[in-house]
């Protein structure tokens, strides 16, 4: 059973304290995001605070689209972001858009310019800058900042109506240039975009800035408690602003905690979009995406990454996460849950020289030992097998327990195999290795009359499956960027490695999304894109071991 970490944390204090004093009823909260990109581990972090806040006082959690900038906004991210919320487990109470609000959110600009709070301004985006200030100077006001009422009233109508080109004119609230907090100087709260909406069509050419938007939003919908991360810390003077002078009857409020960072990791649409556009990688869900889609395709379960956002906490700082600590809460979860079986990656013939021609034996091999119920399964055994390259050496070091000429190891869930003889290829490569096996060692048997140090894994050569692994590795590099790069020249050049082998033939009607531990080399996915009827393809989701030890 999955237990829900009930540990506190300063807003489930806040929203306690809202409700023992009888502030507030019920708990609304909303995630956000702007459907501008799939969702990522981030914004998972935002979905459990949420939903898992809302949920533990009986309250309410919507989702609604932040879509209130046309130009990146698109209905198939629409779509991915619906699915991702309800594949993490969690189902909105009201789904909303926020461009289905413009007409209030324009009624309560014409508000401001009426209690003469807001005023059009001509200046260009680069002379409203430069007017700005700094965190030391004030700013200046603008020179259109004493506009009338009524001239306000009909230029913000005649934005309204297309009469201006983008950028030619701009909202701003009228609060105070030399307010300390550059925020308040003025802000932008409407500009000009003569750009086709996915919800709304052409039927505005006017739409709201963030600040001015997220606010009344969130009043309309009744969110009690405004969830964001801390880079907004700064935008909550605005954001109670709006809230009031817009006159609106909730009266949400912001509370910021620190964003998710993830080590070798980026975590910003902007940046995942780019690797998708420059085909760095093979869409939002290629596996090493930090995307939910991405990871949902490696093969996480949505219980992993939960149990991961919980234990991370919330806090009011930012740093940064190993990202081993996400591969460890998937290990975890994995392990009761997935059944266990021999898969070669790189493979290696073996003939057994001794075990007679056309004879096949069947084998017990234990599915799960980690979960008594999971079974014993039959595999074949017979004079052919498959090892992995790296389980034979022709000359191995010292401590090297594996096959080498004159060594004995055990053959996981069958034989004691002793290797006699090699065949190269005619550029040296070892092709094939020739053992003898003992029938008195066979697995189960209560053997005890020697030992050997190493236990191999292998599968039946006529009966295998062949197969396809895809092994990862981090994307981004963990290296100082220099002066002048981005994080495309950190990608990893490895960060993919494709391998063709094999896996024992009852795994041969494996679906999508069938989860294994191939014994020695970790978790697989069957990946859901690239498995056919005549091809398997797996993603490896974590390895068995890490060196990373959670407090
Ligand atoms: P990005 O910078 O990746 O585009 P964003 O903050 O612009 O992210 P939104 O779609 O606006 O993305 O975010 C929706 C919600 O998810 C917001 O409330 C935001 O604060 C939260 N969120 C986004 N990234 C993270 C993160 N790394 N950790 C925690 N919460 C996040
Ligand atoms: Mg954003």
New binding site residues.
Partial sequence: MESKNTSSNFIKNIIIEDLESGKHKEIITR???????Y?????A???I??FELADEFKGKTNLRF?DTNPIKEDTEYVESIKEDVKWLGFDWDELHFASNYFDEMYDRAVVLIKKGKAFVCDLSAEEIKNLRGTLKEPGKESPYRNRTVEENLDLFERMRKGEFKDGEKVLRAKIDMSSPNINMRDPIIYRIAHAEHHNTGDKWCIYPMYDFAHPIEDAIEGVTHS???LE?EDHRPLYDWVISECEMESKPRQYE?????LTNTV??????KLLVDENVVDGWDDPRMPTIAGLRRKGYTPEAIRRFCREIGVAKSNSTVDAQMLEHFVREDLLAKTPRTMAVLRPLKVVITNYPEGQIEMLDAENNPDDPNAGVRQIPFSREIYIEQEDFMENPPKKYFRLFPGNEVRLKHAYFIKCNDFIKDENGNVVEIHCTYDPETKSGSGFTGRKVKGTIHWVDAAAAVPAEFRLYEPLILDEEQEEGETFLDNINPNSLEILQGFIEENMKNAKPHDKFQFFRHGYFNVDPKYTSDDKIVFNRIVSLKSSFKIQ
């Fill in positions: 995630f956000p995001p702007e459907p501008n990109g969702l990522h581990i981030g914004h972090k935002s979905i605070l949420n932040d969830i964001c991360t907004f905690f620190a964003r998710l960072n975590m910003s649409k902007r940046k995942l």
